[in-house]
């Protein structure tokens, strides 16, 4: 077992509990770190995927919210590493509150990045997201493609990013932004089109309702992308600068619906449902990641293949329905 460099580092996640915060718990206890786990408050207890880790000595469990910076003052407090991944991400309900992914997106991330500075973390790793570029000017996007502000989440994401990057240039802080195409795998809600494609699927479906067909996305497995975080958190070019974690493929939706009907083993036919259309505006039609600073700069490259990746959702899928309400649109 690769051990080092994390071994006996106390790091904090925010959003611990959620689908991708997990995955990287699960990857820094296997390379021996201790985690502070930062996660959303709720009355009633539910601790979302670290619900496996309640009794692990390895894993501190923190409530809280983002937006109150003395509580996350306290997560920071004595962590080596910060990887701030709490946000909300939901496109479509972005649509109907903006205000709460100001609040949480930017606001949350000024109060991270200043408890950073106040704790004097050795490296912040702020999540961003490929939404921020928008539908592709040229392809594949490298970072240094113009922003595009096409829904509120992306604006709010945007502004987070500089939030986080302000604080590289104007007090030194030891950040680094990392750009994720896509993600997908176990654990992954309903909201995004993978598991709301196989939810429908493994729960019978003849006829596979989705938005629009055309877009295309680099979708990377989320194990790949939890990698990517550690490698970005170790190398220091990235100190300041955005580096985008995708494959350099892109494959369209409609294609990717037959690869999920493949991947599944059951038979269904896709149709366009007009209730999951974007504002003709907002709709992101390709986005597809130049990697090459990720791959140059930290070592680090995809290695589960999207034929692989999806033929392990599915049967995570298949094994978790209960969790999806597969006829429903969830935003």
């Known amino acids: 077992m690769n051990t080092t460099p994390w071994a006996g580092r106390t790091v904090l996640v925010t959003g611990a509990e959620g689908f991708i915060g997990s995955t990287l718990v699960d990857l820094l206890l296997e390379r021996g770190a201790h985690v502070r786990a930062f996660v959303h408050y709720k009355p009633y207890a539910e601790k979302g995927h670290l619900s496996h880790l309640l009794d692990d000595p390895r894993v501190e469990m923190l409530a809280g919210d983002v937006r109150d910076p003395g509580r996350v003052s306290e997560a920071v407090a004595g962590c080596d590493t910060v990887f701030h991944l709490a946000a909300l991400i939901g496109i479509p309900y972005s649509y109907d509150s903006p205000g709460a992914y100001v609040q949480t997106n930017v606001v949350g991330t000024e109060n991270i990045a200043e408890a950073c500075r106040r704790h004097s973390v050795r490296r912040l790793v702020h999540t961003s997201t490929s939404e921020v570029y928008g539908t592709a000017l040229t392809a594949p996007i490298a970072e240094d493609h113009p922003l595009q502000p096409q829904s509120p989440y992306s604006a709010s994401k945007i502004g987070a990013d500089m939030m986080a990057l302000s604080h590289w240039h104007a007090f030194e802080l030891p950040v680094t932004v990392v750009r994720p195409f896509n993600t997908y795998g176990p654990r992954q809600s309903a909201r995004a089109v993978i598991p709301a494609i196989l939810a429908q699927l493994h729960s019978g479906a003849r006829e596979i309702r989705l938005g629009s067909l055309t877009p295309t996305r680099d979708f990377t497995y989320v194990t790949d992308t939890a990698r990517g975080f ?30 999920l009907i493949v991947a599944s083993g059951r038979d269904a036919r896709v149709v366009s449902d007009p209730a999951r259309l974007r504002p003709s505006g907002s709709e992101v039609h390709r986005l597809l990641s130049d990697n090459r600073r990720a791959r140059e700069w930290a070592g680090w490259e995809p290695e589960v293949s999207l034929t692989e990746g999806l033929k392990h959702t599915s049967a995570w899928v298949a094994a978790n329905l209960s969790l999806f309400a597969p006829g429903r649109y969830q935003v």
């Open 230 to 259: 550690l490698a970005v958190a170790e190398c220091e070019r990235a100190l300041g600068q955005v580096v985008n974690l995708g494959t350099g493929r892109e494959i369209s939706i409609g294609d990717l619906a037959q690869a």
